[in-house]
C-alpha cells in the first residue's frame, strides 16, 4: 500500500494544497520530539523537492530550536475527506527569519497573517504515501481566528517582546534562533 518517492509529484503537490491542517515532527539527539499540527493556509510546495510554511507566533517554538539542533523533519498530511490518504514529506529544514537571506521572496508565497515570525524552510529527500483507511473522515467546520485576534492585537514591539521571553529557548533548553 505505501509507496516511495525521491520527490514530490505534482498530484500529491495539488493533495497537499487541498489540506486544511498538517503536522510537524522534529527532533534532536536528546531532548523530547516535538509534534505540532498546524492550518491557516501556511503550507507552500516549492519545487518538487522544496516546501515551506510560514510559522506563526505561538506558546513556543520547538519546531525551530530542533532544526537549528538537527534539521530532521516528518511532515505529514492526512486526509479527512473521502480520499483516504496519508502522506509524509521527508527532509531537513531551517528557520528563515525576517531580515535572513530568502526572506522577501519566500515571504511573497504566502498571505499576509498577524503574528508571523518565520517560515520553515524544507529540503525533501523522501515522500512517503500509505492508505489512510483507518482515518475518519471530518467536515471542516471553520478556520479559528484566536491566533490571528490575539496578534492583531499586538504591535510590532509587543510582538518582539513576546517571542524573546516566550520563543527564544524551546522547553529542553535549545535555542531557537529567535534570541539573535
Not at 72 to 84: G, V
Not at 139 to 163: H, N, V
Amino acid at each position: 500500500m505505501a509507496e516511495f518517492f525521491d520527490h514530490i509529484p505534482e498530484n500529491l503537490q495539488a493533495f497537499i494544497a487541498r489540506q486544511k491542517v498538517f503536522f510537524i515532527a522534529t527532533a534532536a539527539a536528546t531532548g523530547r520530539i516535538s509534534l505540532s499540527p498546524k492550518g491557516m493556509d501556511t503550507f507552500r510546495c516549492l519545487g518538487a523537492n522544496q516546501a515551506a510554511y510560514l510559522d506563526l507566533t505561538g506558546s513556543g517554538n520547538e519546531t525551530a530550536a530542533y532544526l537549528k539542533a538537527d534539521g530532521r523533519a516528518t511532515i505529514m498530511f492526512c486526509s479527512f475527506d473521502q480520499q483516504a490518504l496519508i502522506l509524509r514529506l521527508y527532509g531537513k529544514g531551517r528557520a528563515v527569519q525576517p531580515g535572513n537571506a530568502g526572506w522577501d521572496t519566500l515571504i511573497g508565497r504566502f498571505p499576509a497573517i498577524p503574528g508571523a515570525r518565520q517560515i520553515m524552510l524544507f529540503d525533501i529527500d523522501s515522500v512517503q504515501t500509505s492508505c489512510g483507511y483507518a482515518v475518519p473522515e471530518y467536515d471542516l467546520k471553520s478556520e479559528r481566528q484566536i491566533l490571528r485576534q490575539w496578534a492583531e492585537k499586538k504591535s510590532p514591539d509587543e510582538l518582539k517582546a513576546y517571542r524573546a521571553g516566550k520563543n527564544a529557548v524551546s522547553i529542553d533548553g535549545f535555542d531557537t534562533g529567535l534570541g539573535a
